[in-house]
């Protein structure tokens, strides 16, 4: 099946470096990514909309200037957190809608994740 | 008040038991609507699409009532194995692009 694969698993940075995320579909052409994050026991809140080719769309309250997002091919997009502080640590996904596969409805397959540290 | 609501648990129920969760909308436009599994510190993944019809696979059965703006997800002869987080997941676009996720309801099945 499809396979979204995420890279780093874990960062650890100091307070005030960025940080970049890859995001590849390995097996599937995404003209769309998707990028959340999710903090302890919370859900799911999306980020932003990567387009390959264009620019993102950020959804409201996300600053598109901290979090920097290229989509240059249909299989890879990155996220890049910059100047991180504390309280950007948290769990970011991306996500990738595979919408050639088996499943009629369109199925959404996530990344491993990235969990982010800033000391 | 939020676009997709669950309660959070947890459910914390006997290995072999039945379990149901639900999950309320408020969109009345919303056209998608899903099932996630989330193991901790993992990706969600795909557990079921919940059609209008509703729709059962093996164990598990999924309803859709458009009405009250709610879906369910009924677990039977539950398994340690099926312990995570489950997730509403709901669309307000034909396309499916843009997903709203609830919270996750915790599901904690023992011996």
């Known amino acids: 099946g499809a396979v979204v694969s995420q890279h780093p698993s874990w960062v650890i940075c100091k307070s005030g470096t960025s940080v970049k995320i890859e995001c590849r579909s390995l097996d599937f052409q995404a003209t769309t990514m998707f990028w959340y994050r999710q903090f302890p026991k919370q859900s799911l809140m999306l980020m932003a909309t990567s387009n390959e080719g264009s620019k993102a769309t950020y959804e409201q309250g996300v600053e598109k200037d901290k979090f920097l997002i290229n989509h240059a091919s249909l299989t890879l997009s990155t996220l890049t957190v910059t100047s991180a502080h504390p309280e950007d640590s948290s769990f970011y996904i991306c996500s990738a809608f595979d919408r050639e596969g088996i499943n009629p409805a369109g199925e959404l397959f996530f990344g491993e994740g990235s969990r982010l540290t800033v000391l | 008040r939020k676009e997709v609501e669950q309660d959070p648990g947890p459910f914390n129920v006997p290995e072999g038991a039945t379990v149901a969760f639900n999950c309320t909308y408020s969109n009345s436009a919303s056209q998608s609507f899903f099932w996630y599994r989330q193991d901790c510190r993992k990706e969600p993944k795909l557990l079921m699409s919940v059609y209008s019809s509703g729709n059962e696979d093996g164990r598990f059965t999924a309803q859709l009532n458009r009405a009250s703006q709610y879906i369910s997800l009924l677990i039977r002869d539950s398994k340690l194995s099926d312990s995570a987080t489950y997730l509403c997941?709901?669309?307000?676009?034909?396309?499916?692009?843009?997903?709203?996720f609830g919270t996750g309801t915790r599901l904690q099945v023992t011996l």
């Open positions: 997941v709901v669309t307000s676009t034909g396309t499916a692009s843009k997903l709203t």
